[in-house]
């Protein structure tokens, strides 16, 4: 079994261009080392070697991320988005220690032709780029079935496995769900924090619940294997999505709402059905989400607050994470993209402390070695590691995918 670390030979995003003639080039943020790394842990050698040989060895999936690397000055952001060739972080990868990873692109801040985001010309543009780059090169491959994830595990590769947030772009057409399934896509969400025609997102005042439009889609999606995320969904919307879907869904990169009690959090109620019907937590890190009263200032702490509550709630075997991180700086993407991420009111009526980055989970690179040695710190066996960090997700894959 190769390292992903030796394996990558270098190459990085959109090589076969030439910068400057075929597309504006930018300043971009560092892959590896842009915040200190993180000193929370305490490991004996033994523990560190342990986190190493899992990290090493095991299936590592994240459920939710964010593989692009951002302007170091972000207020080129919005000219970056514009051109519409967002550049994957192949060296961050490397170092990552993921088998796989699910990226959900920038498709509520993919503002091609729109300021809104989630036109659907738009993001079959930013597919299309992005799949060219990807065969442009061996070390990230595309991720679309189990035996995918397999070679990349074999191999020293990472596969890269194409999720939307939302299924707002498809607006009334179902058979959108099938071009997008054709461009790659394999897990889709149901509404970003705004309604769409699908069903209501976490933001809204009211939640009617799945539209009779978006059981349709929830068929479809079923049928063609695209797994279903409904993390930005309402509170309503969930529940109608998992009693509609004849498969496991999940909950890619959410905590929970008895813990720290936002809208962005999923109430009790959503977390046990999901979990009932055979689905998946991951736990988000975005910054400002995963609070906790134990530790408010954001941090993996904070994160794994929200691990060990929904452990106790639904049992190990249907918690993930999903840390929805990036590479450069999180919290002033947030800041120049508010309205369209909707973070006012999903986060509305709670007082924190607005930090510049999460600790320990600032970015794809870092987080699951962090993960692990806490995992590893706090007294997990080797199978109970093995099933948090990639196991409980290939379960619901085997279902789910076709």
């Given amino acids: 079994m190769l390292d992903p670390a030796e394996r990558y030979t270098g190459y990085t995003a959109y090589d076969y261009l030439e ?10 943020a560092q892959q590896i080392g842009r915040v200190p790394a993180y000193a929370g842990l305490d490991l004996s050698t033994e523990q560190a ?5 899992l990290l090493r060895e095991e299936t590592v ?3 939710h991320e964010h593989v692009q690397v951002f302007p170091e000055d972000m207020d080129h952001l919005r000219d970056h988005i514009r051109q519409g060739r967002e550049p994957t972080a ?16 920038m498709d509520g801040t993919c503002c091609i032709s729109s300021d809104a985001g989630w036109k659907y010309q738009d993001v079959l543009f930013d597919l299309g780029v992005r799949m060219a780059d990807l065969a442009h090169q061996d070390f990230v491959i595309k991720g679309e079935t189990l035996a995918d994830i397999r070679h990349a595990q074999e191999t020293g590769r990472i596969a890269h496995v194409f999720a939307l947030e939302a299924a707002t772009m498809i607006e009334n057409e179902v058979d959108r769900l099938d071009v997008l399934y054709g461009f790659g896509v394999r897990q889709m969400g149901i509404a970003y924090s705004e309604a769409n025609t699908l069903g209501s997102g976490l933001k809204e005042r009211g939640d009617g619940g799945l539209t009779f439009f978006g059981e349709r889609a929830v068929r479809r999606m079923n049928q063609l294997g695209i797994a279903i995320d409904i993390s930005h969904s309402g509170d309503r919307t969930c529940l109608d999505v998992i009693r509609a879907s004849t498969k496991p ?9 008895a813990v720290w009690p936002t809208n962005r959090m999923k109430t009790d109620e959503t977390i046990v059905e999901c979990a009932r019907r055979g689905g998946v937590i991951g736990l988000e890190a975005a910054p400002h989400t995963t609070l906790s009263p134990q530790h408010p200032r954001h941090s993996l702490e904070s994160v794994m607050d929200h691990f060990e509550y929904c452990v106790e709630l639904v049992g190990l075997e249907h918690v993930a994470f999903g840390p929805d991180t990036l590479f450069g700086d999180h919290v002033g993407l947030h800041d120049a993209f508010s309205s369209n991420l909707s973070l006012g009111q999903a986060h509305a009526g709670v007082e924190y402390e607005k930090v510049p ?12 070695g962090n993960i692990i040695g806490w995992l590893v710190q706090h007294g997990y066996s080797d199978d109970e590691i093995r099933a948090v960090v990639g196991g409980n997700i290939v379960r619901v894959l085997e279902e789910v995918w076709v």
């Fill in 90 to 105: 192949y060296a961050g990868l490397a170092r990552s220690g993921l088998t796989a990873v699910f990226d959900n692109g």
């Fill in 249 to 257: 869904v999940f909950i890619t990169h959410a905590g929970a709402r």
């Fill in 49 to 53: 070697e342990r986190a190493q040989r």
């Fill in 19 to 28: 910068p400057g003639v075929d597309y504006r080039e930018f300043h971009y």
């Fill in 61 to 63: 999936i994240s459920l």
């Fill in 357 to 368: 980055y999460v600790d320990g989970l600032e970015n794809p690179a870092e987080a699951f």
